[in-house]
């Protein structure tokens, strides 16, 4: 079974400034999906970042970008120029590329931002 | 494109009570899913349905906790009788199937939060 780790249960950060969370995983699949999906307090899980993991060329959206080494089945997220709205609970999830794959997700890493 | 809807967005009940959560995913998908969220972690996948047949269910509690999915359209997520440890909230989602034609996301509801006194 794939398990997602994700070490910093939270981080801060001001605004304007970056900030890296991380996630690791680990799979014995060559064909998978990862994901970042973000959730502000009482409000609805979205996606904040995809990354196939054939493609080699890291994800970006606009502010948000990932490092993805598969080598060391790490996945972390960076996001560039925070903003207050950024502030939630990030979650690293794994899915399997097999036309059945589930949604395994983190524990989640809460994102501070202070002005 | 109209989300993931569920209902109702709170529930509180006695324990050994009985509740039901009812999900509509986005047309289309035939994938759908139901996570429990316990406050301050990750979703755990409870059931997965493809169209309206079970792909997952290894970390659902039959004992107590029942879903279907008729038509392979909505779905409802029973739990009976409740416990004071079922207080989460209930995710659910639903995708197109995964694999290279797809992007593989998830898409989910605004959840449905239990609380069980």
């Known amino acids: 079974a794939q398990t997602v780790t994700q070490s910093q249960p939270e981080m801060s950060v001001q605004e304007a400034e970056t900030v890296t969370l991380s996630c690791t995983y680990d799979t014995s699949e060559s064909d998978y999906y990862l994901f970042w999906y973000k959730q502000p307090p009482s409000r609805q899980m979205i996606l904040v970042i995809r990354q196939e993991a054939y493609k080699q060329q890291n994800a970006t959206e606009n502010r948000f970008s990932v490092n993805f080494q598969k080598a060391a089945k790490s996945f972390s997220l960076k996001i560039s120029d925070s903003q207050l709205g950024d502030a939630a609970m990030y979650f690293c999830a794994y899915r399997s590329a097999v036309i059945f794959g589930t949604l395994t997700f983190g524990k989640g890493t809460m994102l501070l931002v202070s002005p | 494109e109209a989300g993931v809807a569920q209902s109702p967005r709170y529930k509180i009940i006695e324990k050994r009570q009985s509740v039901a959560f009812w999900c509509n995913p986005i047309s289309g998908h035939a994938t759908l899913y139901w996570y429990q969220q316990i406050l301050g972690q990750g979703p755990k996948l409870l059931i997965q349905?493809?169209?309206?047949?079970?792909?997952?269910d290894s970390q659902l509690p039959k004992d107590r906790f029942s879903a279907e999915r008729l038509k392979g359209v909505d779905s409802t997520l029973k739990i009976q009788p409740a416990k004071l440890e079922d207080s989460a909230v209930y995710l659910c989602?639903?995708?197109?199937?995964?694999?290279?034609?797809?992007?593989?996301?998830?898409?989910f509801g605004e959840g449905s939060r239990l609380t069980v006194l």
């Open positions: 349905f493809q169209n309206n047949g079970v792909v997952d």
């Open positions: 989602a639903s995708s197109r199937p995964s694999g290279r034609a797809y992007t593989g996301e998830l898409f």
